[in-house]
């Protein structure tokens, strides 16, 4: 029986009363009323501000003139609106362009208030006012650029964009404005717009041009920075969802990034298998469409070596929010040059393979085949430009589509799907930080949490009145459902029997079992009052081992930090400093003078290969002081550290570093071991713990620890080594989430080590106790690794 709009929302209004609001919910305050344009107002070039074109060779600038030129084309424009969202972790405004029609700007409240009732049909009281809604509303469409500052096309095609839709005075574009509202975020990483810009004109004419900076261009995580979209740690990914996805509700979110040089000259969706089976299928739906619809408008104009169906999968929700809030993500993905200077890419150059097609080979979803050649920061802008512009031309003219399937999808999650658990019942008496972070990230996506009026049985477990309960019926339910419950992800194979083909990112991301925390499904209703939505609890962070007495003197701790960044560095000082850890960064020069013991009591060594640790950035590009690492000088001081009285603790890969430089009397079972005999690609184990050594006071003998491309330990020599933590015997009670293949090599083996030198100890660990700033379970083991014994 088919259904009207109305209809849809009236049944939707039957099932669930419209909740109270959370902080995170309510609407924001009326923006400031628009100022009036002078008449006949000029609009500025880009190159009248910038001093260049963007796609200009060899022209980049910094974020501060990029500012000057969208508030210019805001005062020029009464198309486009300039808004400041706040600051970003460096201080630099963090900032958005809404773009529409003038009428459009003018009534912004009510189109937001229209797309709100979309986004909760609960809250939809009559036919009525879903029918205004969905013939009134706007497609809502959110632009965003240069999350990864090296990827230097994304500074320069949102000017492009934002100059062509204040300008242009086509049908398309007209079309455009009346019907769609965009907001642009021009950075997601404004302070990386300006480390990049900033290495890069130093560098111009050297033999590090185009070369990438000595430092993260995200202040604590790098290229990691779009992996936060459901973790919410960084102040960027704090304001784009607070400000933006969760007052907006995008039905359509476009993220342009860079890939390398040597593929195809763009990737568009659809993605590959898998797709995170928490995804509503009509999102996928869309998503194939609109990439698809994309790729053959950029090849009318002429542009070849386009790919979809190919190198990404849409598993994570670390990197597509809007799959968990009623809209598609479209990722592009365009060839990169060296930074801002051009390349040549002769056709044999190019791979022979990649995932999902042959860049030198036709195939369906790679059609015409890009001949090779010269490749320039103009290429790129222009390909970002027209994919975007694409995407606009789309937004506008299906309209009406994209409204009724976002209706469509919202309505769903209210009503609940049929083979999902009724709720998530998370007790309230647990690790204080661990549920408040936990619950935090949840109302921060929009997830609304109740707690039971009175004591309950859940499965033969008596539960207190207090206790949280999370309904999946409600609008972000696949939110909440993907983040607790555990992954099982599939095992894919090159081809049968043959190495496993490896995921774009990792496998897991459950919350509960990476925060050492409990979250049980409830397959049927409870047999419970459930009270209003409630707000998070809050919790101080920070860890009392570091606060100084007597007895008990504050560890002078020191962090590696090589010039060859690493984001492991990064998430290490972002847990270090949010968790309120002192320390003092240790750079290569540091470690190679030695006497390390008469300043430091303890030495971290981040995740990162042993060669990148010796040997650091090549001196064939990189001058003085970023080449080359801390060499055999720095590891005979770490040595001598150690021997000394020190306590050198080394993160997963950079504990192959400590057993090698070191002599450890420890053998890695993983080394140089094939993926096919071997294969975790980001899951969560099972650690077994020795609950008598001080290191794991406040853990407990088991707890779930993060692995990626870690160690695993034999002890060659009991005299001096203890062990802390390993995996568990039984092959089968490993994987708690994500995937492994052949547990059996790493059954029983050590993860967590103690080993005795001299007068000092090397703690190892084989995973990544703080990883990404979610792995809190495992966070009392780096600390209190570093304590003085």
């Given at each position: 029986?088919?259904?009207?709009?109305?209809?849809?929302?009236?049944?939707?209004?039957?099932?669930?009363?419209?909740?109270?609001?959370?902080?995170?919910?309510?609407?924001?305050?009326?923006?400031?009323?628009?100022?009036?344009?002078?008449?006949?107002?000029?609009?500025?070039?880009?190159?009248?501000?910038?001093?260049?074109?963007?796609?200009?060779?060899?022209?980049?600038?910094?974020?501060?003139?990029?500012?000057?030129?969208?508030?210019?084309?805001?005062?020029?424009?009464?198309?486009?609106?300039?808004?400041?969202?706040?600051?970003?972790?460096?201080?630099?405004?963090?900032?958005?362009?809404?773009?529409?029609?003038?009428?459009?700007?003018?009534?912004?409240?009510?189109?937001?208030?229209?797309?709100?009732?979309?986004?909760?049909?609960?809250?939809?009281?009559?036919?009525?006012?879903?029918?205004?809604?969905?013939?009134?509303?706007?497609?809502?469409?959110?632009?965003?650029?240069?999350?990864?500052?090296?990827?230097?096309?994304?500074?320069?095609?949102?000017?492009?964009?934002?100059?062509?839709?204040?300008?242009?005075?086509?049908?398309?574009?007209?079309?455009?404005?009346?019907?769609?509202?965009?907001?642009?975020?021009?950075?997601l990483?404004?302070?990386?717009?300006?480390?990049?810009?900033?290495?890069?004109?130093?560098?111009?004419?050297?033999?590090?041009?185009?070369?990438?900076?000595?430092?993260?261009?995200?202040?604590?995580?790098?290229?990691?920075?779009?992996?936060?979209?459901y973790?919410?740690?960084?102040?960027?990914?704090?304001?784009?969802?607070?400000?933006l996805?969760?007052?907006?509700?995008?039905?359509?979110?476009?993220?342009?990034?860079?890939?390398?040089?040597?593929?195809?000259?763009?990737?568009?969706?659809?993605?590959?298998?898998?797709?995170?089976p928490?995804?509503?299928?009509?999102?996928?739906?869309?998503?194939?469409?609109?990439?698809?619809?994309?790729?053959?408008?950029?090849?009318?104009?002429?542009?070849?070596?386009i790919?979809?169906?190919?190198?990404?999968?849409?598993?994570?929700?670390?990197?597509?929010?809007?799959?968990?809030?009623?809209?598609?993500?479209?990722?592009?993905?365009?060839?990169?040059?060296?930074?801002?200077?051009?390349?040549?890419?002769?056709?044999?150059?190019?791979?022979?393979r990649?995932?999902?097609?042959?860049?030198?080979e036709?195939?369906?979803?790679?059609?015409?085949?890009?001949?090779?050649?010269?490749?320039?920061?103009?290429?790129?802008?222009s390909?970002?430009?027209a994919?975007?512009?694409?995407?606009?031309?789309?937004?506008?003219?299906?309209?009406?589509?994209?409204?009724?399937?976002?209706?469509?999808?919202?309505?769903?999650?209210?009503?609940?799907?049929?083979?999902?658990?009724?709720?998530?019942?998370?007790?309230?008496?647990?690790d204080?930080?661990?549920?408040?972070?936990?619950?935090?990230?949840?109302?921060?996506?929009?997830?609304?949490?109740?707690?039971?009026?009175?004591?309950?049985?859940?499965r033969?477990?008596?539960?207190?009145?207090g206790t949280?309960?999370?309904?999946?019926?409600?609008?972000?339910?696949?939110?909440?459902?993907?983040?607790?419950?555990p992954?099982?992800?599939?095992?894919?194979?090159?081809?049968?029997?043959?190495?496993?083909?490896?995921?774009?990112?990792?496998?897991?991301?459950?919350?509960?079992?990476?925060?050492?925390?409990?979250?049980?499904?409830?397959?049927?209703?409870?047999?419970?009052?459930?009270?209003?939505?409630?707000?998070?609890?809050?919790?101080?962070?920070?860890?009392?081992?570091?606060?100084?007495?007597?007895?008990?003197?504050?560890?002078?701790?020191?962090?590696?930090?090589?010039?060859?960044?690493?984001?492991?560095?990064?998430?290490?000082r972002?847990?270090?400093?949010?968790?309120?850890?002192?320390?003092?960064?240790?750079?290569?020069?540091?470690?190679?003078?030695?006497?390390?013991?008469?300043?430091?009591?303890?030495?971290?060594?981040?995740?990162?290969?042993?060669?990148?640790?010796?040997?650091?950035?090549?001196?064939?590009?990189?001058?003085?002081?970023?080449?080359?690492?801390?060499?055999?000088?720095?590891?005979?001081?770490?040595?001598?550290?150690?021997?000394?009285?020190?306590?050198?603790?080394?993160?997963?890969?950079?504990?192959?570093?400590?057993?090698?430089?070191?002599?450890?009397?420890?053998?890695?079972?993983?080394?140089?071991?094939?993926?096919?005999?071997?294969?975790?690609?980001?899951?969560?184990?099972?650690?077994?713990?020795?609950?008598?050594?001080?290191?794991?006071r406040?853990?407990?003998?088991?707890?779930?620890?993060?692995?990626?491309?870690?160690?695993?330990?034999?002890?060659?020599?009991?005299?001096?080594?203890?062990?802390?933590?390993?995996?568990?015997?039984?092959?089968?009670?490993?994987?708690?989430?994500?995937?492994?293949?052949?547990?059996?090599?790493?059954a029983?083996?050590?993860?967590?080590?103690?080993?005795?030198?001299?007068?000092?100890?090397?703690?190892?660990?084989?995973?990544?106790?703080?990883?990404?700033?979610?792995?809190?379970?495992?966070?009392?083991?780096?600390?209190?690794?570093?304590?003085?014994?």
């Open positions: 029986m088919r259904r009207s709009r109305a209809g849809i929302a009236l049944a939707v209004l039957g099932l669930v009363a419209a909740p109270s609001l959370t902080a995170a919910q309510r609407p924001p305050a009326r923006p400031a009323p628009r100022r009036a344009r002078p008449a006949a107002a000029v609009i500025p070039t880009p190159r009248s501000i910038l001093g260049f074109d963007p796609g200009d060779d060899r022209k980049l600038t910094e974020w501060p003139v990029l500012v000057r030129y969208y508030q210019a084309l805001a005062r020029a424009s009464d198309r486009v609106d300039y808004r400041e969202l706040g600051k970003t972790t460096l201080g630099a405004p963090f900032v958005a362009l809404v773009i529409s029609s003038p009428r459009n700007l003018r009534e912004l409240d009510r189109y937001r208030r229209l797309n709100a009732g979309l986004a909760d049909p609960r809250t939809l009281r009559t036919s009525a006012a879903a029918q205004e809604a969905l013939r009134d509303g706007k497609t809502i469409v959110l632009i965003t650029s240069s999350i990864h500052s090296t990827e230097v096309g994304g500074h320069l095609t949102p000017v492009a964009l934002a100059y062509r839709l204040a300008t242009d005075t086509s049908a398309a574009t007209r079309a455009i404005l009346d019907n769609v509202i965009l907001w642009l975020v021009p950075s990483n404004p302070d990386g717009v300006t480390i990049v810009s900033r290495w890069y004109n130093k560098t111009l004419g050297t033999s590090a041009e185009g070369s990438s900076p000595p430092e993260l261009y995200h202040h604590y995580t790098g290229h990691d920075n779009n992996r936060d979209w973790a919410f740690t960084q102040v960027e990914t704090q304001l784009t969802v607070d400000s996805q969760n007052v907006w509700h995008p039905q359509i979110v476009h993220d342009i990034h860079q890939m390398g040089p040597d593929g195809a000259r763009l990737f568009l969706p659809p993605y590959l298998d898998p797709v995170e928490n995804v509503d299928p009509l999102l996928i739906d869309g998503v194939n469409a609109l990439g698809s619809a994309m790729a053959w408008e950029l090849a009318s104009q002429g542009k070849t070596g790919s979809i169906n190919s190198t990404y999968d849409a598993w994570t929700p670390a990197r597509a929010y809007q799959h968990y809030h009623g809209g598609v993500r479209i990722l592009s993905e365009t060839a990169s040059g060296q930074l801002a200077s051009p390349i040549d890419v002769p056709f044999d150059r190019l791979q022979a990649s995932r999902g097609y042959n860049p030198r036709r195939s369906w979803n790679f059609p015409h085949p890009w001949p090779g050649g010269r490749w320039t920061i103009r290429d790129i802008v390909y970002q430009t994919g975007a512009y694409a995407l606009l031309v789309n937004a506008a003219r299906d309209r009406d589509r994209w409204l009724s399937s976002f209706f469509t999808v919202e309505t769903r999650a209210v009503r609940g799907w049929r083979d999902w658990p009724y709720a998530y019942v998370i007790p309230a008496h647990q204080s930080i661990a549920l408040a972070t936990m619950l935090g990230i949840l109302q921060r996506g929009q997830v609304e949490i109740r707690t039971a009026q009175q004591a309950f049985t859940l033969g477990e008596r539960h207190a009145a949280y309960v999370v309904v999946l019926r409600q609008p972000y339910a696949a939110f909440a459902k993907t983040l607790l419950e992954q099982r992800y599939p095992d894919r194979r090159l081809y049968p029997n043959g190495p496993p083909e490896r995921p774009y990112d990792v496998t897991a991301h459950t919350l509960p079992l990476l925060m050492g925390l409990t979250a049980t499904p409830a397959p049927e209703s409870l047999r419970v009052a459930l009270s209003a939505p409630v707000a998070a609890p809050h919790a101080a962070l920070g860890y009392a081992g570091f606060v100084a007495t007597d007895l008990n003197p504050v560890p002078r701790v020191g962090l590696y930090r090589s010039y060859d960044a690493t984001m492991d560095e990064g998430w290490t972002f847990v270090f400093d949010t968790w309120k850890v002192p320390y003092v960064s240790l750079v290569d020069s540091t470690v190679r003078a030695g006497k390390l013991k008469e300043k430091f009591d303890v030495i971290v060594i981040p995740d990162q290969s042993p060669r990148d640790i010796i040997e650091g950035l090549p001196a064939t590009r990189y001058p003085a002081p970023y080449a080359g690492g801390i060499g055999t000088d720095g590891a005979e001081a770490l040595r001598q550290f150690v021997l000394d009285g020190g306590t050198l603790v080394a993160l997963n890969e950079a504990s192959r570093f400590a057993v090698q430089a070191l002599l450890l009397p420890v053998r890695n079972v993983l080394e140089a071991m094939p993926d096919e005999d071997f294969y975790a690609p980001g899951s969560i184990f099972r650690l077994e713990l020795d609950a008598g050594n001080p290191l794991v406040g853990v407990g003998k088991e707890t779930a620890a993060w692995f990626q491309g870690g160690p695993a330990f034999d002890v060659l020599d009991s005299t001096v080594v203890r062990v802390i933590g390993k995996w568990p015997d039984a092959p089968e009670r490993l994987l708690l989430s994500g995937w492994v293949l052949h547990p059996e090599k790493v029983g083996k050590a993860a967590l080590l103690e080993v005795r030198q001299g007068s000092g100890r090397v703690i190892l660990f084989g995973f990544r106790p703080q990883y990404r700033g979610q792995s809190l379970a495992t966070y009392p083991l780096l600390f209190n690794s570093l304590q003085v014994r």
